[in-house]
């Protein structure tokens, strides 16, 4: 299996997502910085991958309260490009990756986990966006240079890409403003039809009780799910019985949370406003049928997002469906007669 070549495409992907509205993408947010990166590449070039679709506006992003860029790291940024480049042209295209090229990814793994461990206060915005963009250019080279490269690596490159992406994210979260107006939100999908309270239930699956931290909404596959309100993206992928889940941080030490979805059209690091499409709703992870689970948290702990929800656009109340052994009832109102607070 020509593996690096299957870690590009997951590493393209997440660039290539649709979107429903205009709003600001990692690219975008840092379009403004041309001076090149660690090798040779325009960290502004990123931003052209929406061309061709059509002329849009973009956000002019704040200008960030940052941190000093470091000039070590840049410098091991730029000797990790030199010497992959100097161990692409020394094997013929298609062989396997030198064991001298395995070992400068690793030892650029080492240090980007040493440039993580520092707080994202003391993190430079154009530190995170030169590594994100100088492993993806070299990635990209080694996929056409190699025939494969080991598992574990790719898999440990792959996992910083992702950390890179949610530093941004962390980033961008303190450099927004608190909004003044206090947070409202909107519902995610639209009919409003609640399959699952919040509370503690029988698990349909596993058949044991546990504790449901948020709605179930019914839906259909590839519907269209949208943030509830104005926040950044910090977590965009597969989550495990989750499947895959997009997480959005609001003012306030919010968080909403949008799992179950067939795919993410979001990135860590976007900003999104009330209505902006995150994902298309499907059964993935731990799911009997389509549907989204739905999740909003304040501090920490898990609220009932009915408490923070108003009625539909149309101002009808949301509607709930109950299953009760073979019989189906639908009815409308606030809370209905189901499912204890968690414990």
Not at 60 to 67: N, T
Not at 134 to 162: F, H, K, S, W
Not at 191 to 202: A, D, L, M, N
Not at 221 to 237: D, E, F, K
Request: charged share 25%; aromatic share 4%.
């Amino acid at each position: 299996m020509r593996r690096l070549a299957s870690l590009l495409l997951l590493v393209l992907s997440a660039c290539a997502a649709p979107r429903a509205r205009e709003k600001m993408s990692f690219d975008e947010l840092y379009a403004e910085d041309t001076s090149p990166s660690a090798d040779g590449v325009s960290l502004a070039g990123a931003s052209q991958q929406g061309a061709g679709q059509g002329t849009r506006r973009t956000k002019k992003a704040e200008p960030l309260l940052d941190a000093p860029a470091s000039m070590e790291f840049r410098a091991a940024l730029a000797e990790f490009a030199t010497q992959a480049r100097a161990s692409r042209v020394q094997v013929t295209r298609g062989s396997a990756m030198p064991r001298e090229q395995a070992d400068n990814w690793r030892r650029m793994n080492a240090t980007l986990d040493a440039f993580l461990r520092q707080s994202a206060r003391k993190t430079s915005s154009l530190d995170v966006v030169r590594a994100r963009v100088t492993l993806e250019a070299e990635l990209e080279e080694d996929a056409r240079a190699y025939g494969d490269i080991p598992g574990d690596l790719a898999d440990a490159v792959l996992a910083r890409v992702d950390l890179l992406a949610v530093r941004m994210a962390e980033l961008r979260r303190l450099q927004l403003k608190p909004s003044k107006k206090p947070l409202h939100f909107t519902w995610p999908v639209d009919p409003v039809i609640i399959t699952s309270v919040f509370g503690s239930r029988v698990h349909p699956i596993t058949g044991k009780e546990r504790d449901h931290l948020g709605l179930d909404l019914a839906a259909k596959r590839g519907q269209l799910v949208s943030a509830a309100a104005r926040g950044v993206v910090i977590r965009a992928g597969w989550n495990g019985a989750h499947g895959n889940q997009v997480v959005i941080q609001h003012d306030g030490d919010v968080t909403t949370r949008y799992s179950h979805l067939s795919r993410v059209l979001v990135t860590p690091g976007e900003v999104v406003e009330p209505g902006d499409v995150v994902g298309a709703a499907g059964k993935t992870g731990l799911a009997t049928g389509v549907h989204l689970h739905f999740e909003l948290w304040r501090e920490g702990e898990p609220c009932d997002p009915l408490d923070e929800l108003g009625p539909t656009e149309s101002g009808e109340e949301p509607a709930f469906v109950r299953h009760e052994q073979h019989d189906v009832g639908t009815r409308k109102g606030r809370r209905p007669m189901l499912g204890r607070r968690p414990h």
